[in-house]
């Protein structure tokens, strides 16, 4: 009776961390987007909108989301400089420093659009420069990607993160007493040949020589563990793209 009650929670957990992955990967993208519309509206910037590519591998979404972060990174970086350069070293230090409420939120933009109006052009895109410049996302998912890059779970499609528990148990290997390699793993039909791939990957990385009844445990854990690692740079993705828009805002209600 407790071991058909682990496994029913280990099915919870594989699919409730499976549906989390999926978000996190959206939640990057969508993140992305905001900041290249704020960046190209603002900056005069042309970073082209990107998508999540759910026929490729977590790791290697991940790896396309770092590559073009760091193109959009060098970008403000420049614009950092100029600002630097042009404001006071007390009000550059506001806007890098910690804030924590609106009011201060709004003497900053006073003090930018009453003092600096006329020498940085538009205030919009020189503040959302310095406070990319400062989140540095480029390397807070590298760090992230990189303590999971042994990860058997990065080789997951995209996709295959929203099947189903059926579908789950039709590609999940089963435990044979007599498999031919001696591994006692034989693995069941694959779904697709696009699944077989990253689905293969996963587990006989995970589950090769394990019985059957610790597949689904070990699949969670890993499943689990990369979400615990991502979540933080995934909220600080989040974070970064709400104080721009607040800042935005603020400057686009003085501009009114």
């Not at 804030?99 to 919009?124: A, P």
């Not at 590298?142 to 499609?157: D, F, Y």
Request: aromatic residues 6%; charged residues 20%.
């Amino acid at each position: 009776m407790l071991s058909i009650f682990g496994a029913e929670r280990d099915k919870q957990r594989v699919l409730a961390a499976s549906q989390t992955l999926y978000d996190f990967i959206y939640i990057y993208v969508s993140s992305t987007n905001t900041i290249f519309r704020i960046l190209n509206q603002h900056l005069g910037t042309s970073f082209p909108i990107i998508t999540v590519r759910e026929n490729l591998s977590i790791k290697e979404n991940l790896q396309l989301l770092i590559s073009t972060l760091k193109e959009m990174q060098a970008v403000v970086e420049m614009k950092d400089k100029d600002v630097q350069q042009s404001i006071s070293h007390r009000l550059y230090a506001k806007i890098v420093g910690p804030i924590t409420s609106l009011q201060e939120k709004i003497t900053v933009v006073k003090d930018l659009y009453e003092n600096y109006k006329g020498v940085l052009g538009s205030i919009c895109g020189p503040i959302a420069a310095v406070l990319l410049k400062h989140s540095n996302l480029p390397v807070i998912v590298e760090s992230a990607l990189h303590r999971l890059i042994a990860s058997p779970a990065l080789s997951l499609q995209v996709a295959d993160l929203l099947m189903s528990h059926n579908e789950i148990v039709k590609i999940f290997p089963t435990a044979t007493v007599n498999s031919p390699s001696g591994s006692g793993i034989q693995e069941a039909r694959p779904r697709s040949a696009s699944t077989a791939f990253s689905l293969s990957n996963f587990l006989q990385a995970v589950l090769w020589g394990q019985a059957s009844t610790n597949t689904l445990k070990i699949a969670a854990n890993y499943l689990e563990e990369a979400v615990r690692v991502l979540r933080p740079s995934c909220e600080s993705f989040q974070c970064i793209v709400k104080l721009a828009e607040v800042y935005i805002s603020l400057i686009t209600d003085k501009l009114q």
